[in-house]
């Protein structure tokens, strides 16, 4: 018995390491930024809203994905969540730029931003990856079971950005509008250089088959299969919009 109640409080400790708060409401500003996971030390450089991001192995579990595992990672995510039932509109905003340090000719892609609602395994409700031709795409999976049982790719997206993001150190305003429809979806229009790049649609599954999503949080950093060296840097603000 006194076995059985340590392995309890162990799991319960466990799940609550994880698990995440939910915000009061939809705020006006979010700003409860922090380290995802953990990074090689000096691979996150902080001074919000102002963020400096280079190569690190991948300290959170290895999560298993389409094509392989994500061997690198340098994340910042939000410390709260929204509720699925959040109705409301936010702009994520990264004035950023990035140089890719590595020597090889294919360049690696990566995801610059994401929604996560507390699933392990399978893409999120959003990816918003820059791809190794620079352009931008928007991803998400639907997870059925275990590990990576997912149905892939299931935003509903307008295709590819057009304009191509050089890593030479140009400065780019990438915009991440997010209108949450209060019933665990949402639509998402990126914009780079006010100029509208990518749509894209993420309905919730149907069905007891599915995971649902608990809540939203969100987040921003460098985030590769393969390891590449690079600096981004980042200034970043997320507000409600009307």
Same mark, same amino acid.
């Given at each position: !018995?006194?076995?059985?109640?340590?392995?309890?409080?162990?799991?319960v400790?466990?799940?609550?390491?994880?698990?995440?708060?939910?915000?009061?409401?939809?705020?006006s500003?979010?700003?409860?930024?922090?380290?995802s996971?953990? /990074?090689?030390?000096?691979?996150?450089?902080?001074n919000?809203?102002?963020? +400096?991001?280079?190569?690190?192995?991948?300290?959170?579990y290895?999560? /298993?994905?389409?094509?392989?595992?994500?061997?690198?990672?340098? @994340?910042?995510?939000?410390?709260?969540?929204?509720?699925i039932?959040t109705?409301?509109k936010?702009? =994520?905003?990264?004035?950023? #730029?990035?140089?890719?340090?590595?020597?090889?000719?294919?360049? @690696?892609?990566?995801d610059?931003f994401?929604?996560?609602?507390?699933?392990d395994?399978?893409?999120?409700? %959003?990816? /918003?990856n820059?791809?190794?031709?620079?352009l931008?795409?928007?991803?998400?999976?639907?997870k059925?079971?275990?590990? @990576?049982?997912? /149905?892939?790719?299931?935003?509903? #997206?307008?295709?590819?950005?057009? +304009?191509?993001?050089?890593?030479?150190?140009t400065?780019?305003?990438?915009n991440? %509008? %997010?209108? =949450?429809?209060?019933?665990?979806?949402f639509?998402?229009?990126?914009? %780079?250089?006010?100029?509208?790049?990518? *749509?894209?649609?993420?309905?919730?599954?149907?069905?007891?088959?599915?995971?649902?999503?608990?809540?939203?949080?969100?987040?921003?950093?460098?985030? *590769?299969?393969? !390891?590449?060296?690079?600096? !981004?840097? #980042?200034?970043i603000? !997320?507000?409600?919009?009307?």
């Amino acid at each position: !018995m006194k076995i059985f109640y340590t392995i309890f409080i162990i799991f319960v400790f466990a799940y609550n390491s994880y698990a995440k708060n939910t915000y009061f409401g939809a705020p006006s500003k979010i700003t409860d930024w922090v380290i995802s996971c953990s /990074v090689d030390k000096g691979s996150i450089i902080e001074n919000h809203p102002i963020y +400096t991001f280079k190569t690190s192995k991948n300290l959170c579990y290895k999560g /298993v994905n389409k094509g392989g595992i994500y061997n690198q990672r340098a @994340e910042i995510n939000t410390r709260n969540a929204l509720t699925i039932s959040t109705k409301a509109k936010y702009n =994520f905003q990264s004035i950023f #730029s990035i140089k890719d340090l590595s020597k090889n000719f294919y360049k @690696e892609k990566f995801d610059i931003f994401q929604i996560h609602d507390s699933r392990d395994g399978c893409a999120p409700p %959003l990816k /918003v990856n820059i791809q190794s031709n620079g352009l931008l795409r928007l991803y998400a999976d639907y997870k059925i079971g275990p590990g @990576e049982q997912c /149905v892939r790719d299931v935003i509903k #997206s307008s295709g590819f950005g057009k +304009t191509q993001i050089k890593r030479d150190g140009t400065e780019y305003k990438l915009n991440v %509008l %997010l209108n =949450f429809d209060g019933k665990s979806g949402f639509n998402v229009d990126v914009y %780079l250089d006010d100029k509208l790049e990518v *749509s894209g649609k993420y309905t919730p599954p149907t069905g007891n088959k599915y995971v649902a999503s608990k809540y939203f949080y969100f987040k921003h950093g460098v985030y *590769s299969q393969n !390891m590449f060296d690079y600096e !981004m840097k #980042s200034k970043i603000s !997320m507000k409600k919009v009307k």
